[in-house]
C-alpha cells in the first residue's frame, strides 16, 4: 500500500524506525544490568520484549500498526498485571528510559518539543502501570485502583 506522504506522523517527525530501535535498544541495555527489573522478564532472552515495546511505541506514535497485528489491543494495564510493579519498579523503568533518551538523542536529532512530549508520554504511562505499593503502606491497599485508565 502506497504512504499517504513522508513526513506526516509523530512518527516520522522524531526519526522512525532508526528513533525507536535505538531507544528501545538503549532500554534493554539498561534493563539487562537491573537487578529488580531484570528478573521480572519471563523469557531468558531480552530480545522479544525489547521488539514488542518498539512495536508498541511505534504504533502509539503513527508508525506501522505490526504491534496490534501481531497482539490485537494493547491493554497494557492487564498485561502487566502478572508483575509487580511497585513505585521502585516504576523509577528504575523511568531512569532507564531517561538514560536511552539522553543516549539516542547524543546520536541523532530530536525535536526538543517532541523530546518533550515523548518524556510526558513515558512518565504518565508508567505512573499509570504502578499495580502495588509496598506491604504495610498506607497506599497498599489503593494501588492498583486508583490510576487503572487504559494507557494507549
Ligand atoms: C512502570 C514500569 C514497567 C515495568 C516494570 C514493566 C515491565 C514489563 C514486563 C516484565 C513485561 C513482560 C515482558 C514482555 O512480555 O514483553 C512488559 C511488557 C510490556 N510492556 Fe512494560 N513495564 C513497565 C512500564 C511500561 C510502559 C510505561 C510501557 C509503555 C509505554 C510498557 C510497554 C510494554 C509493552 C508494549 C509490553 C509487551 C506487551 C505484550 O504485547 O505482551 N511498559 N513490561
Known amino acids: 500500500m502506497a504512504r499517504m506522504s513522508d513526513e506526516t506522523t509523530p512518527y516520522d517527525r522524531m526519526g522512525g524506525a532508526e528513533f525507536f530501535e535505538a531507544l528501545v535498544r538503549h532500554f534493554y541495555e539498561g534493563v539487562a544490568s537491573d537487578p529488580v527489573l531484570r528478573p521480572m522478564y519471563p523469557e531468558g532472552d531480552l530480545e522479544p520484549a525489547e521488539r514488542r515495546l518498539r512495536l508498541f ?6 508508525g506501522p500498526t505490526t504491534y496490534s497485528d501481531e497482539r490485537g489491543h494493547p491493554r497494557l494495564r492487564m498485561r502487566h ?25 547524543a546520536e541523532q536529532e530530536l525535536d526538543p518539543s517532541w523530546e518533550q512530549e515523548l518524556w510526558r508520554y513515558l512518565v504518565g504511562a508508567a505512573i499509570a502501570m504502578v499495580n502495588a505499593a509496598p506491604v504495610g503502606s498506607p497506599t497498599e491497599s489503593a494501588a492498583g485502583l486508583t490510576l487503572n485508565q487504559e494507557t494507549q
Request: glycine letters at 4%; zero cysteines.
Open 57 to 62: 511505541l511505534t504504533q502509539y506514535w503513527g
Open 81 to 105: 498485571n502478572p508483575y509487580v510493579i511497585d513505585d521502585d519498579a516504576r523509577d528504575r523503568w523511568l531512569d532507564h528510559m531517561r538514560a536511552a533518551l539522553d543516549q539516542t538523542m
